[in-house]
Structure formats: structure tokens, C-alpha cells
């Protein structure tokens, strides 16, 4: 894997860096593609990623086991999505939305477009660290144990969190049906009343 150009004017980097681009290269596509799943946006979530890789590359001194290289870039991931979301200025940039995302080849790109919709729209009703939980378990497989480990919080604690929050997806998914449902219900009857004759 090439290592990624990042666009830094740091002076300093750390000397080992070589044996940070072996831990990644293995983590590479899939906590990019973590990014853009959390943002929603290509562009945002390439320039969150290298911020994140470059806050790693600068503790990179810190991480005593190269075993855990993946829990703790993930942590540093989520902690730089946690600031910037925190920033009036990037939640207005910031669209929840993939349409920015290219089609695989061979799939669906109508499926594929709903399917995102659908997720996104679920997703945006979750705080920071709920829609990071989510994004690490469902679409990126992550264990019970893996997360535990990364949160430092009980397996039941993680069971907890992710179950509050499937709870907060499929209410807001059932608030949009519900409203769906009755603006087309309105509009039908409107549509009815306007089709019959004037009375004389």
C-alpha cells in the first residue's frame, strides 16, 4: 500500500514512522472508509482521516503494544470526529449524506442510494460517540470485545449502548414512515376534492 500523501508543514515526525505505515497498512482502506461512513461526506471524511493520521503519527510514541495498534487508532479517529463535530462551523459543512460515494461495480446504484438514505437518515438522529458504536459494530464488524476494549466500558455496557441506539434509529425511521405516510394521505385526499365537479 502506498503511504498516503498527507498535507502537513509539521517540522517534526516521528523517526520509527516506518513501523507506523506497517501497523496501518493492514487498517488502511478500513478506517478510511470508517471516516466517510461517520461524515457522510468524501471530501470531509479524507481530510478527517489525515488529521486523525497525522495526531497518530505524533503519539505514536505512546502506543506501548503494537497489538493494539487498531483500537488505539480508532480511538484517536473518533476523538478528532468528536472536536470537529463539536464546531458550529463543520455541523453546518458537513451534509449527512453519500452521495459523494461511488458505486461498486456491479451493484445496484438505485439500491445501493436508498440503502444509504435510509442509514443516513436513521444514523443523524445519534449523538457523536452513538453513530461511531454503530459504524464499528454493524458496518464494520467489530466484536462485543473489540469495542469493550476500545471504550473501556463492560460488554454489557456496549450491548447496552448499542441496543439505546438501534431503539433511537428505528423510532426516528418509524416518525418519518408515519409522516411519509399521512403527507401522502393528504395530498390524495386534496387531489380527490380538487377532481370533483362544482356543485351547481
Given amino acids: 500500500m502506498p503511504e498516503p500523501q498527507l498535507?502537513?508543514?509539521?517540522?517534526?515526525l516521528p523517526t520509527n514512522n516506518h513501523r507506523f505505515w506497517e501497523l496501518l497498512e493492514p487498517e488502511h482502506a478500513r478506517a478510511e472508509a470508517f471516516c466517510r461512513?461517520?461524515?457522510g461526506n468524501r471530501d470531509e471524511a479524507d481530510d478527517l482521516y489525515q488529521d486523525g493520521?497525522?495526531?497518530?503519527?505524533?503519539?505514536?510514541?505512546?502506543?506501548k503494544d503494537p497489538g493494539y495498534f487498531r483500537t488505539w487508532l480508532y480511538r484517536i479517529l473518533i476523538n478528532?470526529?468528536?472536536n470537529r463535530f463539536r464546531q458550529p462551523w463543520?455541523?453546518?459543512?458537513?451534509p449527512l449524506t453519500s452521495?459523494?460515494?461511488s458505486v461498486e461495480a456491479g451493484a445496484d446504484p438505485t439500491a445501493l442510494h436508498t440503502a444509504r438514505r435510509w442509514l443516513n437518515r436513521a444514523m443523524a438522529v445519534l449523538a457523536v460517540d452513538e453513530r461511531a458504536l454503530v459504524s464499528l459494530y454493524e458496518l464494520e464488524g467489530w466484536s462485543i470485545g473489540d469495542l469493550s476494549a476500545?471504550?473501556?466500558?463492560?460488554p454489557g455496557t456496549i450491548k447496552a449502548r448499542l441496543a439505546r441506539s438501534r431503539r433511537k434509529m428505528r423510532r426516528e425511521i418509524e416518525r418519518y414512515l408515519a409522516r411519509h405516510e399521512e403527507t401522502q394521505t393528504n395530498g390524495a385526499a386534496h387531489a380527490f376534492s380538487q377532481s370533483q365537479?362544482?356543485?351547481d
Avoid at 56 to 63: E, G, P
Fill in 7 to 12: 498535507q502537513t508543514s509539521e517540522p517534526f
Fill in 80 to 82: 478528532r470526529y468528536r
Fill in 53 to 63: 493520521l497525522l495526531a497518530a503519527m505524533r503519539k505514536f510514541h505512546t502506543l
Fill in 90 to 94: 463543520w455541523r453546518r459543512r458537513v
Fill in 197 to 199: 365537479p362544482s356543485p
Fill in 150 to 154: 476500545m471504550y473501556r466500558r463492560p
Fill in 37 to 39: 461512513q461517520l461524515v
Fill in 99 to 101: 452521495q459523494s460515494e
